[in-house]
């Protein structure tokens, strides 16, 4: 399955980009961060991550597709959209990320580290896949760019707090931010409340997904 966005990345699906690999035929290229990349990555991913992605220094492959992804298919979309403003125009990403990757069953290399004592379990902070918009506002947008706290307010029309809170983690993304956002950053318009989204789904699904099993069982369907 393809999708083009309405920023003209072509998004394939995990399926027909596993068949790529398993021909030779693509790059993959992951644009997470290195701490993401370390923790799990899918076998022969190069990594550029986001907040170093430079679209105007991004090399040029010949005979093989170039297949950006990150963790959902937010990040990599967005840096599709900076290469297609660079001139590669047929860039193409992996729908849903290796979360998506993952859940059709394609194998990923993970770091092995020994277990953690039950006091250290008991105290350890959950570790999120999917970052907060914040961090991604902060760290692949406004450091690799200098731009401040004030200058992107100003620019988008909300308070210097505002902006400092999302950053911190201590507010979230709504529709009309992420309008503001996407308008700003030349991006898809969800991609900002999305990001929202796919981290609060994470969220809930550490504090309270293992109470939802328990409590509720998928509704059977009737018999033919």
Known sequence: MNKISESGVIGVDVHTIKSWIDQDDVVLVDVRETSEYDKEHIPGAMLLPMSKFDAEIFPKVLGKKVVLHCAVGKRSESAGKMLIDEGYLETVHMIGGIE?????????????????????????????????????????????????????????????????????????????????????????????????????????????????????????????
Request: hydrophobic share 35%.
């Open 100 to 224: 998506a990757w993952k859940a059709s069953g394609f194998a990923t290399e993970v770091q092995i580290t020994p277990p953690p004592s039950p006091s250290e379990l008991k105290n350890q902070e959950p570790q999120f896949l999917c970052p907060t918009p914040g961090e991604v506002l902060r760290d692949e947008y406004m450091t690799p760019l200098s731009i401040s706290n004030a200058e992107l307010a100003g620019c988008i029309g909300v308070t210097e707090k505002d902006i400092e809170q999302l950053t911190q983690g201590e507010s979230k993304v709504d529709v009309v931010l992420s309008l503001r956002l996407a308008r700003y950053f030349s991006t898809a318009a969800d991609f900002w409340v999305h990001l929202q989204i796919e981290r609060d789904l994470e969220e809930a699904r550490h504090e309270i997904g293992h109470t939802i099993r328990e409590e509720i069982s998928p509704r059977a369907t009737a018999s033919n």
